[in-house]
C-alpha cells in the first residue's frame, strides 16, 4: 500500500483568541456553499498548521455524515481538537457572532436591492470564482490518496453519482462509505 | 404573525429538521419551504426564493443566516436570534459528541482503515459540489474559464484566494461575465 504523505511540523495548540479570529475570518471569507472548507484549511492547515491535510479531511468527512452545516462543525472539531468544550465555544463564537450581524443586516438590506443587475453580476462572478476554489480544495484533500487506485475509484465514483447521476448525497455516502472501507480493509490485511 | 405562538412553532421545527438534516441544510430547504409558505403562509414562494439566493451569496454562516432570515419575517429581531439558535444547537452538539469520540479511537488500526476508506468518497462528494455550483453560475464560457482558472490558481499558488474572489466579483460588475 502507498504511504500517505506525513502530514508537516505542527504549531503548538491554539489560544481561545486565535481560534476566535481565525474562524471569523474562515466565516466572512466563505462566500456560496462549501466556502467554508476552502477556508478553514487555508487558515487552519496552511498558515496556522493546527493539524495536518489528513486531520483536517477526517474532520470534513465526519462532518459529512452528520445532519446540520458542516462548515459550523469543522469549527466545533477544531476548536475541540485544540482546547476542548471551550475551544469549541470559542471556535463558535468566532464563526458565528459577527458574521450573522452582519449578513442579517446585509441580507434584509440585499433583499430591497435584489432587483438591481449590477449587483447581480457581482454575486455572479463571485459564484464562479468561489466554485472554482471548492474543486480545487477537494483536489488538493485528495492529493495524499492519488497513488492508491482503489481511493481514486472511489472518489471518482462520488463525483460522478453526485455530478452527474445526481443521485441524493445520503444514498451514495451509505453505499459508497461502506464499501470504501471495506476494500481499504482487505488491502491493509494483503498489505501484512 | 397574527398568531402569538408562530415563533414557537417555527423554533420547535427549525430543532427538528436541523437534527435530521444529514448532508447540509440544503437538503431539509424543501421541508423549510413547505412549512414557512404552505403550511403557515408566513411569506411567499418569491420571498423565499430571493431569501435563499441572498443567504447564498452573501459571506457568513449562509444556512443559519436563510433560517434566520425567516425568524425575523415571523417575529422581527427576537424571531432571528431563535431561529439561529434551533439551527444550531443540535447538529453541534451531534458533531462535538461525536469527534470525542473519533478523537479517542485515533491511533487504532481500524481508524486508519476508515479513514482510507472514507476521506476519498468524501473528497469526490467535494469536488461534485464544486461542479454543480459551477453549473448553477457558469452561465457563459467566460464564467466557465473563471472556475477553472481560479480552480488551477487556487492549486498552483498559495495565493490569498481573497484576490480571486475580488477578481470575479470585479469581473461581474464589468458585466464580463
Known amino acids: ?192 | 404573525m397574527s398568531d402569538p405562538s408562530a415563533p414557537i412553532a417555527l423554533t420547535a421545527h427549525l430543532a427538528l429538521v436541523s437534527s435530521i438534516s444529514f448532508g447540509g441544510f440544503p437538503t431539509v430547504l424543501p421541508d423549510v419551504r413547505n412549512f414557512v409558505v404552505s403550511t403557515h403562509a408566513w411569506m411567499t414562494n418569491r420571498e423565499f426564493a430571493d431569501l435563499f439566493a441572498i443567504a447564498q451569496s452573501i459571506p457568513g454562516p449562509n444556512m443559519i443566516l436563510m433560517m434566520s432570515f425567516v425568524g425575523w419575517k415571523v417575529w422581527g429581531f427576537p424571531g432571528a436570534v431563535a431561529s439561529a439558535f434551533a439551527t444550531l444547537g443540535p447538529p453541534c452538539t451531534m458533531y462535538f459528541g461525536a469527534y470525542r469520540i473519533w478523537y479517542r479511537f485515533r491511533d487504532t488500526s481500524w481508524q486508519r482503515i476508515v479513514h482510507l476508506g472514507l476521506v476519498p468518497v468524501v473528497m469526490g462528494l467535494v469536488i461534485a459540489s464544486g461542479v454543480v455550483m459551477a453549473r448553477a453560475a457558469d452561465t457563459s464560457w467566460r464564467a466557465v474559464a473563471v472556475t477553472t482558472a481560479a480552480a488551477a490558481i487556487m492549486l498552483a499558488t498559495r495565493l490569498n484566494p481573497i484576490w480571486l474572489i475580488l477578481v470575479g466579483g470585479a469581473l461581474g460588475a464589468l458585466g464580463l461575465l
Open chain 1, 1 to 192: 500500500m502507498a504511504e500517505i504523505a506525513q502530514d508537516q511540523e505542527l504549531a503548538p495548540a491554539a489560544s481561545l483568541t486565535a481560534l476566535f479570529s481565525a474562524f471569523l475570518i474562515v466565516s466572512l471569507c466563505g462566500v456560496g456553499g462549501g466556502g467554508g472548507i476552502v477556508w478553514a484549511r487555508r487558515i487552519a492547515v496552511e498558515k496556522r498548521r493546527w493539524i495536518g491535510d489528513r486531520e483536517f479531511a477526517d474532520i470534513v468527512s465526519l462532518c459529512q455524515f452528520m445532519p446540520g452545516p458542516n462548515v459550523v462543525g469543522i469549527a466545533v472539531c477544531i476548536g475541540a481538537r485544540m482546547r476542548g468544550a471551550i475551544g469549541t465555544l470559542a471556535a463558535l463564537g468566532g464563526f458565528l457572532l459577527i458574521p450573522w450581524m452582519i449578513g442579517l443586516s446585509l441580507g434584509l438590506l440585499c433583499l430591497k436591492y435584489a432587483h438591481l443587475p449590477v449587483l447581480r453580476n457581482i454575486l455572479g462572478g463571485i459564484a464562479a470564482t468561489a466554485a472554482g476554489l471548492l474543486i480545487a480544495t477537494g483536489i488538493r484533500l485528495l492529493m495524499p490518496h492519488r497513488r492508491r487506485p482503489s481511493a481514486l475509484l472511489f472518489a471518482g465514483l462520488a463525483f460522478t453519482l453526485i455530478a452527474f447521476a445526481r443521485l441524493p448525497l445520503l444514498v451514495v455516502l451509505f453505499s459508497l462509505v461502506p464499501l470504501g472501507i471495506a476494500v481499504a480493509g482487505i488491502e491493509a490485511a494483503r498489505a501484512r
